[in-house]
T-cell receptor, first 114, second 109 residues
Framework: NAGVMQNPRHLVRRRGQEARLRCSPM?????VYWYRQLPEEGLKFMVY????????ESGMPKERFSAEFPKEGPSILRIQQVVRGDSAAYFC????????????FGDGTRLSIL | TQLLEQSPQFLSIQEGENLTVYCNSS?????LQWYRQEPGEGPVLLVT?????EVKKLKRLTFQFGDARKDSSLHITAAQPGDTGLYLC?????????FGTGTSLTVIP
């Protein structure tokens, strides 16, 4: 019973490098969401994707951040030229139907920028 | 703009006590979820409420959705150390899904 799988669990990058975070949704789920979380805080919505389409990216910074969910393979959240402020936990969630359905979360990727 | 405000933000209680966490908004939601998150893990879905006034029970946890579907509460009876964690409410409206600010609960043995 595979849930939402995220990798890597921990990622360390130096300032200026690129970070790639991967998310495989639950089997049968075609909707993927990315969130960012700082310690002791709630989740901040970043982007909502369906297969091959970005549905809502209103929470994602316009520069350096991009997301995709190709027809085959996992969803990717890509951060270019990382800065210290990008350090956070990034969570992926998936749902089977529309965005108003309960979401199931992965265990996140902890990104640390040196 | 934070659509969902949770209170209290932090709560530390003794084992055996009761507590209530509130999730408030000025917006109407088609459904509302409660999640619990432990350190180093992702949020885990506890319950979904859909109908205004709905009450759901999950062992010692009681969830209520406000009549107007703008707010919700989570009541825990006889809290145990295993209840420690970050409790998050989340509401959906149309194509949007919003998370609350979170309540960090610590239950002291």
């Amino acid at each position: 019973n595979a849930g939402v799988m995220q990798n890597p669990r921990h990622l360390v990058r130096r300032r200026g490098q690129e970070a790639r975070l991967r998310c495989s949704p639950m089997k049968g789920h075609s909707h993927v969401y990315w969130y960012r979380q700082l310690p002791e805080e709630g989740l901040k919505f970043m982007v909502y994707l369906q297969k091959e389409n970005i549905i809502d990216e209103s929470g994602m910074p316009k520069e350096r951040f991009s997301a995709e969910f190709p027809k085959e393979g996992p969803s990717i959240l890509r951060i270019q030229q990382v800065v210290r402020g990008d350090s956070a936990a990034y969570f992926c969630a998936s749902s089977p139907l529309a965005s108003n359905q309960p979401q199931h979360f992965g265990d996140g990727t902890r990104l640390s920028i040196l | 703009t934070q659509l969902l405000e949770q209170s209290p933000q932090f709560l530390s209680i003794q084992e055996g006590e009761n507590l209530t966490v509130y999730c408030n908004s000025s917006s109407v939601f088609s459904s509302l979820q409660w999640y619990r998150q432990e350190p180093g893990e992702g949020p885990v879905l506890l319950v979904t409420v859909v109908t205004g006034g709905e009450v759901k029970k999950l062992k010692r946890l009681t969830f209520q959705f406000g009549d107007a579907r703008k707010d919700s509460s989570l009541h825990i009876t006889a809290a145990q150390p295993g209840d420690t964690g970050l409790y998050l409410c989340a509401g959906s409206t149309g194509n949007q899904f919003y998370f609350g600010t979170g309540t960090s609960l610590t239950v002291i043995p």
